[in-house]
């Protein structure tokens, strides 16, 4: 397999655009974007040790393993990265195959290890993810921390189809419409699929900063973006508990 450093330019994430192969189903939350950045910035040698894996196709090359690091990339300016670059004659079952199982974890870490053993700002500084955990320094016990999203654009041109994955919302309904031949318990289980379709909203939130009026008014109508959370309450899309509540008071009064 050949490596070596390719234009930043003519690499581009997997959007589906290889037929047969369905776009990369993994994303990235803004939290996760960031903490993602922040571990390429400290330890940029490991694009080095672990190069995106690419196939040529159209003259560029797609990304195979390593879309999540592209777009950090591009973010952080830089110019080429080093690629692993498959055959063009690689079949899209293999493609599949890589695809998956670069996004799949195999194993499972020991959390007493790593909360005792281990510093934990350390480990969040290497970007990884603590389930939500964090010691209370008080007691050394373990709380939930409430944590409200936000989302800053950084000016991003995002494709529509960047703004969510719904391969798992299409499989499941070819399932339901080869299986199922009562039609009206057929419509509601296929309206039942739509829950398994993933909306990125790091991107709906940059593609929301360049839209139009009317286009940001649709956007907030359908919650997809909360721009004021009492409107939000009222339609619906959420409900804010005591503590979260509190947090938002504080903020204003800040």
């Known amino acids: 397999m050949e490596i070596k450093q390719i234009n930043i330019k003519i690499i581009e994430t997997n959007n589906g655009q290889i037929e047969g192969l369905p776009k990369n189903p993994r994303f990235i939350r803004d939290e996760r974007f960031e903490a993602l950045r922040k571990s ?25 393993a390593g879309n ?3 777009r950090v ?34 194993g ?3 959390m007493d290890a ?11 500084g290497y ?26 654009p950084k000016g991003e041109n995002v494709a529509i189809c960047e703004m969510f994955n719904d391969t798992k919302e299409k499989e499941l309904k070819d399932v339901v419409r080869a ?25 709906i939130a940059e593609y929301y900063s360049q839209a139009d009026d009317e286009t940001k008014k649709l956007f907030e109508m359908l919650g997809l973006v909360i721009v004021d959370y009492e409107q939000a309450i009222s339609n619906g899309f959420v409900e804010l508990n005591k503590d979260m509540m509190e947090l938002q008071r504080q903020e204003y009064d800040e």
């Open 40 to 64: 390429i910035q400290d330890a940029p040698e490991m694009l080095q040790l672990r190069e995106l894996i690419v196939i040529p196709f159209g003259g560029k090359y797609v990304v195979i």
């Open 68 to 70: 999540m690091r592209l």
């Open 73 to 106: 990339c591009k973010d952080l300016g830089y110019k080429e990265l080093p690629c692993k670059v498959l055959s063009e004659n690689t079949s899209v079952e293999k493609l599949k195959e890589y695809t998956i199982k670069d996004n799949v974890p195999f």
């Open 108 to 110: 499972q870490d020991d």
């Open 114 to 124: 790593l909360f005792n053993e281990w510093d934990v700002d350390e480990l969040k």
């Open 127 to 152: 970007g990884m993810e603590l389930d939500g955990l964090e010691m209370n320094a008080d007691d050394e016990t373990y709380t939930t921390k409430i944590n409200i999203p936000k989302y800053e």
């Open 179 to 203: 299986k199922c031949g009562n039609s009206e318990l057929r419509n509601f289980l296929l309206k039942a699929c739509d829950r398994f379709c993933v909306f990125d909203f790091r991107n």
